[in-house]
């Protein structure tokens, strides 16, 4: 528990931090929504922007967003599984190679990387011929250094988050998906114990079902940001995984396709997750999550969450609703406790029923007390593994409520707040500590423990101690 506290003190991003990726890279309009902690890979709305799924499945496309159908708008999604976040510590965190990030980028400079890189390929066990294959004609793509540096960041509030994770459109997309895959997603459920409808909740926040897999030439885009240096060592180590993806015979390098930031095929792999997740399911000797046929990248996402410790018939959270008096101290991700514990206080669900046993839980309160409430349980940290942005999280675990046919949350969001932005956070950070509610890192990221931090912080103000870190609160500290 302690190794996933710092992981999302680390990584995590509550009430939503959003990098919204700067539109323009993408030749055709794009109308993209997802939070993204950095790097920002496009998340799709739920508009293809091909008519329909190349082959596999016409979806009823539809923009439930009126307005935003001809504006290219860049991604919408708390991107952030893992290997990402680590780009992202890396990138946050470690110092860049200056040298090499302020040296200007050439043509030459970049082949001269390649030469370099490919005797490390080597010395790995990367074949002549694969790197002959990989490298023949790619260049430094100008445009993915220009998506990479030029993220432009806006921070989005959770609910407009859920307004596209769980739109109708896309729910409507994921029944009619599952539908359609039915047979391939209940036999996955039944080999890996991962519920179906939570395969196909990952494969709608990842690809809109398919239909957003990417285009960008992944071996290209990784040794352009691998040369390009603000984060080398993460990028070294994508494209080597991705050489060794080739190497395996899975993919060809014209083939290895998926987002410039490296996300590929329907639930957008990184390539060392591919490494470590990717499985054959349809028998035809390749790892295939790239081609029409989604069963090897459905079959990959119920692996990845399986090997995380998935639960099967454990619900990732369930709304519930607080009873008056409730102690706030008692919310927040820190706090565990059963079911019987919070029966006992008073705290039902919305239905009225009691909340049900299904391990340690805890009750989140994504929006503030005055928000919709939620008891989470053991699998709520599991999609955590595969983005820990608590946005992600809800995102997949709701959308996948409304495919199996759940309703809206019964609860509202505080609509009339804004979201902070990345100074703002960090200005918060700083105001708590020097206030003496220690945050323990100045990251920007308002993890668990800057919710601590706020919890104390409103106690010790007679406010209620919900932990929402709101521009309320902000503009408190700032009196002084
Ligand atoms: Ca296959």
Redesign the pocket.
Known sequence: MQGRVTMKILLTVIGVVLVWAGAGFAAPPEISLRPVIRPAVALPSETPRRPVMRGARALSSGVDRPGLDAVALAAFRPVMRGDLALAARSSDRADPDPARADAPLSAAGFRAWIAAFSGRARNAGISEATLTRAFDGINLNQRVIERDRNQAEFSRTLWTYLDSAASSARVTNGRAALAEWRQTLMAIERDYGVEAEIVTAIWGLESAYGSFRGDVAIIEAMATLAYDGRRQAFFETQLMAALQIIEAGDISPENMRGSWAGAMGHTQFMPTSFLEYAV?????????IWGDNP??ALASTAQYLSVNGWVYGQPWGLEVVLPDGFDYAQSGELVHQSASYWNELGVRLTGGGRVPENGPSSILLPGGHDGVALVIYENFHVIEAYNPADAYVIGVGHLSDRIAGGDVFDGAWPRGDRALSNAERFELQRRLTAAGFSTQRIDGIVGPLTIQAVREYQAAEGLVPDGYASVGLLRRLRRG
Request: proline letters at 0%.
């Open positions: 054959d399911r349809d028998g035809d000797g390749r790892r295939d069963a090897d």
